[in-house]
């Protein structure tokens, strides 16, 4: 019987938290720092994910058996490294595995190097030289920062000019610290994406249900990028022979490469790809579980969590089942008006009931007496799951309507790409 630490506050941590609360040999649920949605269902420590010293201080004092790492930050600080020194198990990939994300430059090169399919790509270390070389170059184009970037450091620029301005704004007005030091430019792959999730234990890969997300603030993917504006899976358009293609061209080649690296990597390994006519080709990687997509895998996963999780930590994936429901989920994230620019919070929220085949996760609020209100920019994640994608997406919005807090704002359209098809 095991006491578990969830580290990380949002949406996807409330749905990890959700899940494992169904694992049979789970006896307590923990979380640094939680948010007042999640003190539902675990106890919140408060705190910063990316303390990693007060975040192993607090593992040991509260004596927990494993810990689950879920946000980018405290993945590339090195947190895994350091609670399993402290000797505590955990998962997610240590501070050298976890740069699959946290440098694009060291990602795409692992790619190249490793023959694994993606954008052709230069990388600048200069804004002049970078500058320099857009002269020449053809748009559509992509400029993303070398770091993390909460989500935003990518922008897929329609003319040379935009293209020019995001570089600056990267690498001169440095918007996003010192992870814009580097940058890459990118050529612009053109299709449909799918998101792709993926149990990990250092050789093995079990990919999850497929996943198609939302980035754009407004309605027919209008607007600057976001952390996520909704999501549903599976995604219709990954079919199971694209599925084996992906395994053999680029889910089993990752593992290979990040092992030959010195690095093997054990966690959730998130694909992002772009189903091209050449065929299916990497845009990025994550080192952890997407956000919203979590938020409509997990309602579908059909198993023990907390199970496959320590599989993945002990290198043995081979030993567990790893299950999807035949089914359908929606996620329509209600969001601050604004976001992901300025906006307002403090609002009180409403939520809607939970029931069966309703999930409600809670990314952006505090608790104030025995009521929440906004903190964020993403407040909530409501996701429906359903035997049609239709009646998902249906069920998804008739519940987002009966949330309510000021400034509430949801894209309409979540959902209508894949029904299209």
């Known amino acids: 019987m095991s006491k578990i630490l969830v580290i990380g506050g949002g949406g996807r941590e409330h749905a990890i938290v959700k899940t494992l609360k169904k694992s049979k040999d789970v006896t307590e649920l923990l979380c640094l720092p939680g948010n007042g949605g999640i003190a539902k269902d675990a106890r919140c420590l408060g705190g910063s994910a990316k303390d990693i010293p007060a975040l192993v201080e607090a593992a040991k004092r509260e004596a927990v058996d494993y810990c689950v790492v879920a946000p980018d930050d405290p993945l590339a600080l090195g947190a895994v490294d350091a609670l399993t020194e402290a000797g505590i198990p955990c998962f997610g990939p240590t501070k050298a595995a976890a740069r699959i994300e946290s440098s694009k430059v060291f990602s795409k090169q692992l790619m190249k190097k490793y023959g694994i399919p993606t954008a052709p790509f230069e990388v600048f270390d200069s804004e002049a030289a970078a500058l320099a070389y857009l002269d020449s170059a053809a748009a559509p184009i992509v400029v993303k920062a070398d770091g993390l970037a909460l989500g935003k450091g990518v922008t897929v620029a329609a003319t040379i000019e935009e293209a ?136 579908l996963f059909d198993g023990d969590l907390y199970a496959v999780m320590r599989a993945c930590t002990e290198g043995r994936l081979d030993s567990v089942e790893v299950k999807f429901k035949d089914a359908h989920a929606c996620c329509v994230v209600l969001a601050s008006d604004g976001y992901p620019g300025k906006y307002e919070t403090g609002y009180r929220i409403t939520l809607p009931a939970e029931s069966e085949g309703r999930f409600i996760t809670v990314a952006g609020a505090r608790a104030e007496g025995q009521e929440l209100a906004t903190a964020g ?16 997406v249906e069920a998804a919005y008739q519940a987002a309507d009966e949330a309510d807090f000021n400034n509430k704002y949801c894209r309409r359209d979540i959902g209508a790409r894949a029904l299209r098809g």
Do not use: W
Request: charged share 25%; net charge negative.
């Open 377 to 392: 920019g993403r407040v909530l994640g409501v996701t429906a799951v359903a035997p049609t994608l239709k009646e998902a």
């Open 164 to 299: 020019k301005a995001a570089v600056h704004a990267i690498m001169g007005e440095r918007i996003f610290g010192e992870s814009g030091a580097r940058i890459l430019i990118e050529q612009c792959l053109e299709g449909p994406e799918v998101s792709v999730l993926a149990f990990a234990d250092g050789e093995r890969v079990l990919p999850m249900v497929s996943a198609m997300d939302h980035k754009r603030a407004l309605d027919d993917d209008q607007g600057p990028n976001t952390g996520g504006m909704g999501a549903v899976a599976p995604n219709p358009l990954f079919t199971k022979e694209l599925l084996e293609t992906c395994r053999k061209t680029i889910f089993e080649p990752t593992m290979a490469a990040m092992k030959a690296e010195g690095c093997p990597f054990k966690g959730c390994l998130y694909f992002g790809l772009m189903l091209t006519k050449e065929g299916p080709q990497v845009i990025e990687y994550n080192c952890r579980f997407g956000d919203p997509e979590t938020q409509v895998v997990l309602p």
